[in-house]
């Protein structure tokens, strides 16, 4: 009885922690577009039909990117590489932060749907929180000024944001929520690194994170805008209604 106590607690403090985290997410995305919309000269509906529509789209495509997961050499096999926010990047350059940090919401709730949560939402939370450090700043470098400096300029902020918020989320965060919720010890967790990583000091989670953690979100991130920056433009026009 205690166990299933301690069990719902776990799932409801993760939930309110969620439900926090998106309700500042998306607070700060509506403002920066707006900001980003005066600053431009412009003034545009946060959401029409057609951005609607596109956005369910991009998101149930990342929902099914994300579902093909591949382990990396350099990291325990909990960690794995997805390139989920590939469409996400694409749709929030077309549309704005607003409509980036809304995709990565209904990507994360598709997949609960489909598949649960096996982290009492905790590694729900990660992916959310750490998918839009990446979409949100380069989405409002690029809503700022659209051009290809400026996208490239985008991606960069946005992969290195992500590369030092990630890393720190899991050191701070996401690490010892791990511990506490599947009742590991920290030290086996950074063993299983140092088994598979000769950069990571023994009990040191630091050295872990640095060594396991960013490098991942740096590859993912570098992948995922160097093909946004092949594809954005032909498929701007497309998605954006503006031809056939």
């Known amino acids: 009885m205690n166990g ?54 991009f998101s149930a495509l990342a929902m099914i990117i994300m579902l093909f997961e591949f382990p990396v050499f350099f990291a325990p096999p909990f960690y794995e590489l997805d390139f989920s926010e590939l469409p996400i990047l694409i749709g929030t350059f077309a549309f704005g932060p607003m409509a980036g940090v809304m995709m ?46 400026s996208a490239i300029a985008a991606c960069i902020v946005g992969t290195l944001t992500m590369t030092i918020f990630g890393t720190a989320f899991n050191a701070v965060y996401l690490l010892p929520a791990f511990s506490e919720l599947f009742h590991l010890p920290m030290e086996e967790i950074l063993a299983m690194g140092a088994d598979v990583n000769p950069f990571v000091q023994e009990g040191d989670i630091f050295s872990f994170v640095a060594a396991c953690v960013a490098p991942l979100n740096l590859i993912k991130g570098a992948s995922v805008s160097i093909f946004t920056l092949f594809v954005y433009k032909p498929l701007s026009p497309i998605i954006k209604g503006e031809r056939r």
């Open 104 to 149: 990565e919401f209904l990507k994360v709730l598709l997949k609960l749907c489909i598949k649960g949560t096996s982290t009492a939402f905790v590694g729900d939370l990660a992916n959310f929180a750490v998918g839009c450090s990446f979409i949100l700043p380069a989405s409002v470098v690029y809503a700022f000024r659209k051009s290809k400096k």
């Open 4 to 57: 299933l106590l301690e069990s719902v607690k776990q799932n409801v403090v993760s939930v309110l922690e969620f439900a926090a985290v998106i309700v500042v997410l998306f607070v700060a995305a509506v403002l920066l577009e707006k900001v980003a919309q005066h600053k431009r000269g412009v003034k545009e509906p946060l959401f029409d039909t057609r951005k609607m529509a596109v956005v369910g789209m």
